[in-house]
């Protein structure tokens, strides 16, 4: 988020580690999260952002450092103190309670009386469209109008922050991206923080303001998701981010524009991220996103030119990703557009070239 | 086909053999309790509630009955309480020596019943306790508290592990939360083990028979009877006995599996 760097983070973490016996599930994690802000929490599984967002929310306690809330240590307070509520993975929803009853809980927990319980409740599952659905039994509803139940009883308190455990996670596809608009509509419209732990690429950079990367416990990057996917600081990120043909090489030419040794051929690179100077005889990793890097019949007018063969191809759309193995059997992957690609007509095996512009490489240090 | 539906018949009349070996016995007893005849002979006198009459007109009967039924509700309750606690102890908890635990909880059925009953005995009598209605409370609750727990376990292995956590994160203290959601889940459950454990008691001889002294149940009554001679009132008390706990475990089935066989909704 812009601007919101000076002032004071709704949640700090400060030094968190978790470990289950011997395990480090978080290890030594400061984040600042502040508020009005979509952040998610993404990495592969095990990465730890789970238990982070469980401590957050009282369900774990940190071994070793300090959470705050809205600058007040909350590692003792119990869950139920918190008004941290949770969207859970598996939801959650009480079997045993209406759809009604089910949003009510918390207000009832608060002993709110009984009439402004129900009126509340009906306003949220109104916001939500399910109001219709009231009186039903949780089992009669559909995977998207439990999403919608779950998100009313959360939202019902009027809490400050929202945390969401992979909720999209069990739906189809067509819905998920329904729900995502639900999300990120719901988000601005109320203004408060929403922290989301996802392993989904797609559903972290749709929403959210800030992608905080996780991996072994560790962040390995926060930013937005553009600087996550144009400007990966590690390899493990850029590998992640999925769509990114990496190689590592040597600089054997220093300058603007650097020479860098690969195994697939030696190529110039002229790296926008000019904060980190490479040195004469370096190693580091050569990102080119799949997405900029082209495709010609013929050998094209540039040094940075791989010969390919062609493998396969996966069509989501206007865009298709090709798949194609160099010489030395290394993969690289192309993003072009679906009607560009028709005019090509690849099959299995054939030749082709894939170029791109000195510019368009990133270049990370192999240290990072 | 033909070969499958010959041994789908063989099957059914296994099963219908398997009936006929179990009931016959109750139903024969059933048959005389409503016979003329002094002596279960055949053929068959003409029918009669004689019996029937004769056991409801006798007030130690009716004192038998009172002291069962007093006993079974004391022990369904008690027995779910413990069975409760201590199965959601096991859904709840880890700690050191569990597997101790559950198996000290779970040790009582398999003790010889006689053995069981004179154990009972010799402790209550020692520490003054023998011969009392409380006695067979106290004896049958040991008895009865595993079926409890086993019952409210099975429905507890069902329940989604993020329903408890999840009216904790909503405001809800320990105590709301089982107050609010476990209770609620289990309730088929307990209602299901309060009726078994009821009819485990009802019908139990052996320990009460050692520790009733002069309060008895109504199976200790049944014995005193056959002692002394043989007697038709013998089979109309015994078909009594045989409707309330076959009522009273067929409801607890009907209650745990009517409430339960629903899919437990984990949300997805």
Redesign the interface.
Known sequence: MPNTSEARPLVSFEGVTKHYGTVAAVHAMDLDIYAGEFLALMGPSGCGKTTSLRML???EEPTEGEIRLDGKRINEI????R????V??????????NVRQNVE??L???KIPSRDRQQRAMEWLERLEIADLAERD??QLS?GQ?QRV?LA??LV?EPRILLLDEPLS?LDANLVVKMQGVLSRLQKELGITFVYVTHSQSEAFAMSDRVVIMSQGRIEQIGSPKTIYRNPTSRFVADFVGSNNIFCGTVSKEGATLQVNTSVGCFSCSPSNDEKIFTMGSTLNMVISADLAQISLTTPQTANQVRCRFISEEFVGSIVTVFAELENGADFKVQVRQRDLADFGLKAGSVFYASWKSADVHLIGESA | MTRLSGQNLLLRGYVVLVFVFVFTPIVTSFVFSVNSDRFPTIPLGHFTTHWYETIFADPDIWEAFRVSALVSVSVAILATFIGFCTAYTDYRYNFTGKALYLSLALLPPTIPLVIMGLAMLALLARINMSGQIYSIVVSHVVLCSPFAMAVVRMRLAQINPDLEPAAWNLGASPWRAMHEVIIPFCRPAIASAFCLTAAVSFDEFAVAWFVSGLNKTVPVMILEILQGNTDPQINAIGSIVFAISMSLVVIAQLIFFRKTSAPATTGI
């Open positions: 929310a009282g369900l119990d869950s139920a103190d008004d941290t509520p949770m859970w993975q598996s939801l959650a929803l009480f079997p045993f309670l809980f918390g009832k927990m608060r949780i089992s995977g439990r779950a009883r959360s308190t069990a």
